[in-house]
């Protein structure tokens, strides 16, 4: 007669494992108190990256992420007391998420909006997979509003603030030909001074005489010289230089009045 085959004996699930070292930690001196803690806190660190998966792809690496879950692992550990009955996980999972929310919330807006809409975000981060459970869809601006107890339009403009976690690049590519925004952003025109420059002083050289505007012209447009300019018109160097003195402050009072106006 065959010998009976030995009995398998059941592995403890994580949660079993989890539960069981807490309660050896509730009677452990302080060593064995680091040493369980420790124990729990490998045990449970991929709890603490998956609790990562909705916060990533907003801006922040994911090897910061998961250390941020790490430390609210720690503070979850820690803070846990076995003896009123619940979960570990039910504990755990709310104090890591609110460490990589405050995390979020501190360092991970490129673009800082108020920090009424920081918040806001937040608790919509935190209530968007619930509801998603609860409507078997992404949930409307509306729920979510009656969900948390705010205004509609806050939701809305919260909503509306999520790309500050990461903008978009000006030279990503933007649509099917793959033209980057920067590419379609205007160069400066030297031709918008010279049109000002000319809507401004025309009235002004239309009232000058036509002496004093074929000075200006041989000036300005011609580049003469003052003494070019008197062997044209007549005069000497000296009066020239007077005649353009009076020229340009009486062209100056003018425009003066002119931009007031």
């Known amino acids: 007669m065959d010998a009976a085959a030995p009995t398998a004996v059941p592995q403890e699930t994580r949660s079993e494992t989890t539960a069981r070292l807490f309660a050896e930690r509730i009677h452990a001196d302080s060593g064995d108190r680091g040493r369980l803690e420790e124990a729990i806190i490998r045990l ?14 907003k801006g922040i690496a994911t090897e910061d992420l998961e250390q941020v879950a790490y430390v609210g692992l720690v503070k979850a550990v820690r803070g846990f007391d076995p003896e009123r009955g619940h979960d570990f996980l039910s504990f ?4 890591i998420r609110g460490e990589v929310r405050r995390h979020f919330r501190d360092l991970g807006w490129m673009v800082r909006p108020p920090r009424s809409i920081q918040e806001t975000q937040s608790k919509i981060i935190g209530c968007e997979s619930e509801l998603f459970q609860q409507f078997g869809r992404a949930p409307r601006p509306s729920e979510i509003a009656a969900h948390l107890g705010l205004e509609v339009d806050t939701v809305v403009e919260s909503l509306g603030a999520s790309g500050c976690f990461a903008p978009v690049s000006l030279d990503a590519p933007n649509g099917a030909d793959d033209e980057s925004l920067t590419q379609r952003l205007g160069g400066f025109d030297e031709g918008f001074d010279v049109a000002e420059a000319r809507a401004v002083l025309a009235p002004l050289l239309a009232r000058l005489t036509p002496r004093e505007r074929k000075i200006v012209e041989l000036r300005f447009f011609h580049g003469r010289t003052q003494s070019e300019i008197g062997r044209e018109i007549g005069v000497t160097q000296m009066q020239v230089s007077r005649l353009l003195t009076r020229l340009m402050t009486r062209m100056r009072e003018q425009l003066d009045v002119v931009e007031a106006a």
């Open 44 to 57: 449970n660190m991929r709890v603490a990256v998956d609790a990562t998966r909705r916060f990533r792809g």
């Open 92 to 95: 755990a999972i709310p104090t």
